[in-house]
């Protein structure tokens, strides 16, 4: 369901938020019995307001920390129609600075945040009550709620039995809520009843406890020894094949959840394939229908932005974590009919102005100090990174949260299943390494492996040129239209990328000419600013192949048929955005915690998407995404 243009909360609701917090606050001064029972505890705020609930909750999760006892992550999930801005939320002593600075652009959508050095995971849904309530998909252990959702959101219904079978959806087994504000009760508290939850008034609130007479589905029950416990379904124990974005992602989110981890690669170090890239652009998609695309990347950009902060940052000073800049992408439409498209979408949403804003063709080339190939869009916060230090830093990290063995120089031949362990073998039959879950991240070569050989994948060849930094316009931003131009690093341009139907390891002269046709189409008089070098074989660049699935989407989770195998594949062209938010989603599956996305979009990945006949030929696509 797409989504629509956000509205921000009004100076009504504000001060009815205000006018509640000393209520909502005394109800929170027990610490919450999930905090006590549960390894990893889920709330469910859907009165959120200016966050005295939240911090309140966070303040109790610190408090048993500290005596070492209790949850040691905690899940916080908030839905709220009309977000408020960063400057109005609850002035808390202790945490209010770290929200505020994480505090998400005004987006639609689903927004993950991690809080408290990774500990406390905030997912944030900006959209309608009921409409985002339908999509989520999490195991819940507490919900707060308001008896009347339609002081806060005029456009909420009371609430009734449909909606609170939604809430008893995601309840896990003996799940708690506190209802607040003493209008409307007696409704809530029927239609509570009908789907399970009975209990009393507490502390100006309204305890019910989640104790239903009949049976639930087997994915909401917890095991007989551990009745509260929500555990993985695996040990915590992966082998991870390929060591490039999607493969390093899935360590670093996994051994911070406490895995260990086995890294299996045929390189001699990491990103030495697809993910080896000199260069490559991190942006969103935008589209005016704000298609699963344009859902996919919006999402994916945001927490990418912020992991790379939480990693180190980017830069190009000696000693930064992660070579790149942030300097801002331009994205021309690739013909006059996208361009017009572009521009329409913007007046449409009228995009927060960090997020994207539109240039006309004048303000483009005055910005670029040279005639272009028209108007398009501008998104500030967006740049280009090197893959292989993005690879590196990931691999760092996850090496210093948990055990991670590296097996480079180690091609998989094979995956056997003896007993309830995954033994990947090379040629010569010998084992590298097993465990009881495999990650398949290793792009087009998954596919040599039996067990992935049906993935609708297609390897897609690519060539970038590189050109003498020295010669080159000093360009204040990246490009982006039918290819892409990144700024210099390390005395070099980097420019493409070819889609090419053949597959060919050399470079080759047609594919440069192609990639400076492309730099001529952004840039018609670019060949009056610098000499254009003649397209032949050696001139400089790298090859590598895209690994493309026919919807042009990842395939994240579950591989079809297959007792712990899972997928993190086909990121195509868009690894440096895909790689962080679809580990997390990744590992959010098989630690059971909240999901990042929303059910539909989650669908949109799963691997089984494309049915029995999935291993039908795709067709190579012939011009970039």
């Avoid at 911070?256 to 390189?267: H, Q």
């Avoid at 927060?352 to 670029?368: G, H, I, N, V």
């Avoid at 995956?415 to 590298?432: K, T």
Wanted: hydrophobic share 45%; proline share 7%.
């Amino acid at each position: 369901m797409p989504a629509r243009p956000l509205q921000l909360a009004f100076p009504e609701l504000l001060a009815a938020w205000r006018a509640e917090a000393d209520t909502v606050v005394q109800a929170l001064q027990p610490v919450p019995d999930c905090l006590h029972e549960q390894h990893s505890a889920t709330v469910l705020d859907l009165h959120f307001g200016l966050g005295h609930a939240f911090f309140a909750t966070w303040h109790a999760f610190a408090r048993q920390r500290a005596l070492g006892q209790g949850a040691a992550r905690l899940h916080y999930i908030a839905i709220l129609p009309h977000p408020p801005q960063a400057e109005a939320l609850h002035a808390d002593l202790t945490y209010a600075q770290a929200l505020r600075t994480a505090w998400p652009l005004p987006l639609p959508g689903t927004h993950r945040l991690l809080l408290d050095e990774g500990r406390l995971t905030l997912t944030l849904v900006w959209g309608a009550l009921e409409e985002e309530l339908a999509r989520l998909e999490a195991p819940v252990d507490l919900f707060y709620l308001h008896a009347d959702p339609s002081r806060f959101d005029p456009a909420a219904s009371p609430w009734h039995a449909h909606a609170c079978k939604r809430l008893a959806r995601l309840a896990w087994t003996g799940a708690r809520a506190l209802v607040f504000g003493a209008a409307g009760q007696a409704a809530l508290v029927a239609a509570m009843r009908q789907v399970g939850f009975h209990g009393q008034a507490r502390d100006g609130a309204l305890a019910l406890r989640y104790a239903p007479a009949w049976a639930r589905p087997a994915t909401h029950v917890a095991r007989i020894d551990t009745p509260l416990r929500r555990d993985p379904v695996h040990e915590r124990h992966a082998l991870v094949i390929g060591a490039g974005l999607a493969g390093t992602a899935a360590a670093e989110r996994l051994t911070a959840r406490g895995w260990c981890i086995d890294l299996i690669d045929a390189g001699a170090q990491v990103a030495t394939r697809a993910s080896g890239n000199h260069g490559g652009l991190f942006m969103p998609a935008l589209a005016r229908d704000d298609s699963p695309l344009a859902r996919l990347t919006r999402a994916a950009f945001l927490f990418a932005s912020q992991r790379l902060d939480d990693l180190g940052g980017v830069g190009l000073e000696e000693g930064t974590a992660i070579r790149g800049e942030r300097c801002g992408i331009l994205q021309f439409g690739r013909d006059a009919k996208q361009a017009v498209s572009f521009e329409q979408g913007a007046q449409q949403w009228q995009y927060p102005p960090r997020y994207a804003r539109w240039m006309s063709a004048e303000q483009t080339a005055a910005a670029l100090g040279m005639p272009t190939m028209g108007g398009g869009y501008f998104f500030p916060e967006a740049g280009w990174l090197n893959p292989p230090s993005v690879c590196r830093r990931l691999l760092a990290v996850a090496q210093a949260q948990a055990e991670v063995r590296t097996h480079f120089g180690r091609a998989v031949a094979r995956l056997v299943r003896v007993d309830d362990q995954w033994q990947a073998r090379d040629a010569d039959d010998v084992l590298i390494a097993q465990a009881p879950l495999v990650i398949m991240a290793a792009g087009a070569q998954a596919r040599a492996l039996q067990q992935a050989a049906g993935l609708p994948l297609a390897a897609v060849r690519g060539q970038v040129t590189h050109l003498a930094a020295a010669d080159f316009p000093d360009l204040p931003y990246a490009l982006c239209g039918d290819g892409y131009l990144t700024r210099p690093y390390a005395g070099q341009v980097c420019m493409g990328a070819s889609y090419d139907r053949f597959d060919d390891p050399a470079l080759r002269a047609d594919s440069h000419a192609g990639n400076l046709a492309r730099l001529q189409h952004m840039l018609p008089q670019i060949a009056a600013h610098l000499p254009l070098p003649q397209a032949d074989a050696h001139l400089a660049g790298r090859v590598g192949q895209r690994c493309i699935a026919p919807d042009r989407l990842p395939l994240v989770g579950a591989l079809p048929g297959q007792d712990g195998l899972y997928g993190l594949l086909g990121y195509a062209s868009r690894g440096l955005i895909w790689a962080p938010l679809m580990a997390e989603l990744l590992a959010a599956m098989l630690e059971r915690e909240p999901l990042p996305l929303p059910r539909e979009l989650v669908a949109a990945l799963d691997p089984a998407r494309f049915g029995a006949d999935s291993a039908r030929a795709i067709n190579v696509p012939s011009d970039p995404e």
